[in-house]
Each structure stands twice: as structure tokens, then as C-alpha cells.
């Protein structure tokens, strides 16, 4: 599994937890990273790709899920 696809399911499982499309990662990055076993680079890296396909919308900690 890669990691975009860690990212956008655990992306997906915070939005269901929280019952809203928008939600706070309430880890650092470093720890989102160690939880994905990936690097914070690669872990900004996929963050950036979802932003620029229109996945996702990010303040900070706070994100939307945008509908595909």
C-alpha cells in the first residue's frame, strides 16, 4: 500500500470519526508520519499532491475533504 493511499484512507477515517468533512489531524506532523511509517518529506510531499488534486482543503491542522 502506498503511502497517499495511508494518507487519504486515515484522511477519511478522521472525517467519519468526526462525522463532518472538516476536521483537526490532532497529531504533529512527525508523529502522523511515524504512524503512516513514512517520512514527514514524503508525508508533505502527499499532503501537497492531494491539495493540488482537489482532494482536500488544509488550514494548519484543520481539513476539509472535498467532494471527488
Known amino acids: 500500500e502506498q503511502v497517499i ?3 487519504r484512507s486515515y484522511l477519511e477515517d ?3 470519526a468526526a462525522d463532518s468533512k472538516t476536521f483537526v ?3 504533529s506532523m512527525r508523529e502522523l508520519s511515524d504512524f503512516l ?3 514527514p518529506e514524503t508525508l508533505s ?3 501537497r499532491k ?3 488534486e482537489g482532494t482536500i482543503r ?3 491542522r484543520n481539513v476539509t475533504l ?3
Open 37 to 39: 511509517a513514512t517520512s
Open 45 to 47: 510531499r502527499n499532503i
Open 5 to 7: 493511499d495511508r494518507l
Open 58 to 60: 488544509r488550514k494548519s
Open 14 to 16: 478522521l472525517s467519519a
Open 50 to 52: 492531494l491539495e493540488s
Open 66 to 68: 472535498l467532494d471527488e
Open 25 to 27: 489531524i490532532t497529531m
